[in-house]
């Protein structure tokens, strides 16, 4: 007889837990050393044997080892809309744009170690009477 709707499951094997076969067959591979894969590979790089059965090992492992690369939508949808100007518009407009080019533009500012400086402090060099006055008989 069915067990009633909406009573708890109780007793039986635990979700996940795996069957004797399933642990015999892990038991077996750990204890080999070479899980399916490590064989194809394996077979695959033995230059001992025919190159048949070395592509058949290839072609075996190359899904778990290289996956397929898969279609990408690459559509790409833009709206444009063409405006048709008289000669006279594009005539300003080029205009426009050329004196917008050609346009005289404020100079950046001057900043010296991270701080911005007003004004430049501007000079005149010394005059070669300067520079052998005084100082001359220092250096010289």
Do not use: W, Y
Not at 34 to 45: G, H, I, K
Not at 86 to 106: G, K, L, N, S, V
């Amino acid at each position: 007889m069915p067990r009633p709707r909406g009573l708890e499951k109780t007793g039986g094997r635990q979700r996940g837990t795996p069957n004797r076969l399933t642990l015999r067959r892990k038991a077996e591979l750990a204890a080999s050393g070479l899980s399916p894969v490590d064989f194809l590979l394996q077979t695959m790089r033995n230059e001992e044997l025919d190159l048949a059965t070395r592509l058949d090992a290839a072609k075996a492992v190359a899904p778990f080892i290289h996956p397929r690369l898969s279609a990408i939508d690459a559509s790409v949808r833009t709206e444009a809309t063409a405006v048709q100007l008289t000669d006279q518009e594009r005539i300003a407009r080029a205009r426009a744009m050329i004196a917008e080019a050609f346009a005289e533009r404020p100079e950046p500012p001057v900043v010296i170690a991270g701080k911005p400086v007003l004004h430049l402090i501007e000079h005149e060099p010394a005059s070669d009477e300067a520079k052998s006055g005084e100082h001359s008989d220092r250096f010289g």
